[in-house]
T-cell receptor, first 114, second 113 residues
Framework: DAEITQSPRHKITETGRQVTLACHQT?????MFWYRQDLGHGLRLIHY???????NKGEVSDGYSVSRSNTEDLPLTLESAASSQTSVYFC?????????????FGPGTRLTVL | GNSVTQMEGPVTLSEEAFLTINCTYT??????LFWYVQYPGEGLQLLLK?????DKGSNKGFEATYRKETTSFHLEKGSVQVSDSAVYFC????????????FGQGTTLQVKP
């Protein structure tokens, strides 16, 4: 069965360190998205990609970067982790951009920055 | 701009009670509307959707009707179960066809036996 996985599921790091969160999907979807989930804010879009070598900034992209070298993977990098980046991070993918563009979500990564 | 507003939680109900979670939206154009559910420790999964005005989405006993005149997409269930305890997110598709979803802040539902 097709799926979307994230690793690690839990991560504790220190302020100033670089951290990379992995996202891998086997749906063969072109569109991939990274969100962070914080109490009272719902899900906020960090970065997204429409295909290989394409990346776009979302509403809360400062301090984060992504790269897309193949269809399956969209790793999220925190260049210099800050305590404000403590959050739960979700990766998602979708087949289409128009109309009924259901997104399929991974299980999430809980990141704590000390 | 485009946005989604959900009723604040948490919502606490007894088993077999009637559930309504309000969702209203602001959008240009004609977005698709979604309800996603997040069970504890898991990612979001699609619960139901509607793609045009007056469409009714339904799944697992939950229903929501796309009301263009009131810009609403309220989630209802006639008789909740303990297993329905989760966080529910209302979302709309970006009318600009970017593939992005715009989410409400989420409503936590707790059902007690």
């Amino acid at each position: 069965d097709a799926e979307i996985t994230q690793s690690p599921r839990h991560k504790i790091t220190e302020t100033g360190r670089q951290v990379t969160l992995a996202c891998h999907q086997t749906w063969n979807h072109n569109n991939m998205f990274w969100y962070r989930q914080d109490l009272g804010h719902g899900l906020r879009l960090i970065h997204y990609s429409y295909g290989v070598h394409d990346t776009n900034k979302g509403e809360v992209s400062d301090g984060y970067s992504v790269s897309r070298s193949n269809t399956e993977d969209l790793p999220l990098t925190l260049e210099s982790a800050a305590s404000s980046q403590t959050s739960v991070y979700f990766c998602a993918s979708s087949l289409v951009r128009t109309g009924f563009n259901e997104q399929f979500f991974g299980p999430g990564t809980r990141l704590t920055v000390l | 701009g485009n946005s989604v507003t959900q009723m604040e939680g948490p919502v606490t109900l007894s088993e077999e009670a009637f559930l309504t979670i309000n969702c209203t939206y602001t959008a240009t154009g004609y977005p698709s509307l979604f309800w996603y559910v997040q069970y504890p420790g898991e990612g979001l999964q699609l619960l139901l959707k509607a793609t045009k005005a007056d469409d009714k989405g339904s799944n697992k006993g939950f229903e929501a009707t796309y009301r263009k005149e009131t810009t609403s997409f309220h989630l209802e269930k006639g008789s909740v179960q303990v297993s329905d305890s989760a966080v529910y997110f209302c979302a709309l598709s970006d009318p600009g066809n970017t593939g992005k979803l715009i989410f409400g802040q989420g409503t936590t539902l707790q059902v007690k036996p």
